[in-house]
């Protein structure tokens, strides 16, 4: 599903296309969290808290008027890649994975070399609602995912983050939506909040 490259797509898109997601599990509320992950709750204001970083980056960039237009879903969006984020971690720990600092400081030397320099690829995470101060995070899931990859294989990993994701027991507040560990993607209620993201460029393909 999902092959390791060091185009930009790779950290946002691989997780949001290949964790676990939100359709049909947990229901119970918990008051004051979004969600509940194992044991980890992930509270409304932490999750207030990095789409405000978000909204604050989108405001000072350029083009930040069309980058609010396009991230609308931005609470849901956030709140399943917190979600996500967390099932990739303890897939990697409880299989032996581990993404050391200078593996993640290789991998964003990497992309931004694939990506146009430091200030474009801030940007183009940001076009996936992802502030410039959460980009580590991310990339240390893509790499965490990667390696999983590379000792499981694609299919492989695909299972063992759905059965993660059961032995988890995400619930999500009703207010975000509902959790399915199978689809292995975002889904409301009523419709889906995860809009197609543009798979950036292969490195030197001209594009």
């Known amino acids: 599903m999902i092959r390791r ?6 950290s946002a898109v691989a997780l949001l296309a290949a964790a676990p ?9 918990h008051p004051g969290a979004a969600a509940v992950v194992g044991k980890d709750r992930i509270t409304v204001t932490q999750l207030q808290s990095q789409v405000s970083d978000v909204r604050d980056a989108q405001r000072s960039s350029p083009q930040g008027q069309q980058l609010m237009a396009n991230s609308a879903r ?3 969006d956030t709140l399943i890649r917190l979600i996500q984020y967390r ?22 030397t990497a992309v931004e070399r694939a990506n146009g320099g430091t200030a474009a ?9 992802i502030a410039p101060d959460q980009i580590d995070q991310a ?24 059965k993660t994701s059961d032995a988890m027991r995400v619930d999500v507040n009703p207010r975000y939506g509902v959790w399915d560990a199978k689809r292995g993607t975002a889904q409301p209620l009523q419709e889906p909040w995860l809009r197609t993201t543009p798979t950036a460029p292969e490195p030197g393909s001209g594009a």
Do not use: H, Y
């Open 121 to 129: 690829v801030r940007s183009r995470f940001l076009t996936l609602g």
């Open 139 to 162: 990339l240390t899931m893509d790499l965490t995912r990667a390696k999983l990859d590379a000792k499981f294989g694609t299919a492989r990993t695909n299972e063992i983050l759905m």
């Open 74 to 76: 931005l609470g849901q």
């Open 21 to 29: 997601a939100l359709t049909a599990c947990g229901s119970a509320a």
């Open 87 to 108: 099932i990739v971690e303890r897939a990697g720990k409880d299989n032996g994975i581990e993404v050391t600092r200078r593996e993640l400081q290789e991998q964003r």
């Open 5 to 10: 490259r060091t185009a930009l797509s790779v």
